[in-house]
């Protein structure tokens, strides 16, 4: 079966547009999987036609309809399941497409992307930006089990500071999600923990740093090597500053010291 993305902007909004389409639609015997508002003015529609003949004969019509305009055509791309899933669709950087916004109160579709993220096989390596307290850790975590993956942390100020050193039984599997937390680990004087960072990013598994600039400060990896930066802000006018982060690490590591001795480090 065929999956296909349809989307359109309406030109003239009569009544019965939207059934003369799905009627078109079931004529051709291209079924409908899923159909959502994703803008004002814009409808999209997941499709699955068994030969793509089906659905070449629905775009030929399509532009034969003066009521509506076609804005996309396509095999589906993550953006556009989820557009239709949730209504709308995520905001990307104009400069760097790589590079999606969200803000707190979408954390739902921030989970459901990132879990669709999760569900693929081989390497990916996703940046994670965002202010404390913001949801970065606990999103991660939430994609995780969406995804029916297990989590490991490398590094980490969840609940304490954690620096992980080996790896222990199945936690080498490539199913597995790695989290650091990149101002963790560069701030890390044990060789072995780097050592387990390298190992880890050579392995053909999911992989998402938190403050994914401070790492790549004291590292052999760059920002380009990133397939997904998401930026996680309180409200979209909300700036992220490293100054407030890595002090709020520092205060972390000096309470968890002062309670807890070293903290985590295995």
Do not use: C
């Amino acid at each position: 079966m065929k999956e296909w993305y349809f989307e359109y902007e309406i030109q003239v909004n009569r009544p019965g547009l939207l059934g003369d389409i799905a009627s078109l639609l079931g004529m051709l015997r291209v079924n409908i999987v899923t159909i959502n508002g994703v803008d004002q003015g814009r409808r999209g529609m997941l499709l699955r036609a068994e030969h793509d003949v089906q659905l070449e004969r629905f775009e030929q019509i399509l532009s034969t309809i003066e009521t509506i305009k076609v804005t996309k055509f396509r095999e589906p791309k993550l953006r556009d399941i989820l557009a239709v899933r949730h209504g709308r669709y995520i905001q990307r950087d104009a400069d760097d497409r790589k590079t999606f916004r969200f803000v707190r109160d979408e954390l739902g579709l921030l989970v459901d992307f990132m879990a669709e993220i999760f569900k693929q096989e081989g390497h990916k390596l996703v940046g994670l930006r965002g202010m404390p307290r913001v949801g970065k850790t606990e999103s991660i975590v939430a994609a995780s089990v969406s995804a029916n993956k297990k989590w490991i942390f490398l590094s980490s100020t969840m609940i304490k500071q954690t620096v992980r050193n080996q790896l222990m039984g199945d936690e080498h599997n490539a199913n597995n999600i790695f989290i650091l937390d990149g101002i963790v680990t560069r701030r890390s004087s044990d060789e072995r923990h780097m050592q387990l960072v390298r190992e880890m990013m050579r392995m053909p598994t999911i992989k998402v740093v938190e403050h994914p600039d401070k790492f790549v400060e004291q590292s052999d990896y760059s920002i380009e090597d990133f397939d997904y930066i998401i930026e996680l802000r309180h409200h979209p006018e909300e700036k992220i500053t490293y100054e407030v982060l890595e002090k709020n690490t520092f205060m972390n590591e000096k309470s968890q010291g002062d309670m807890f001795g070293d903290g985590f480090n295995f």
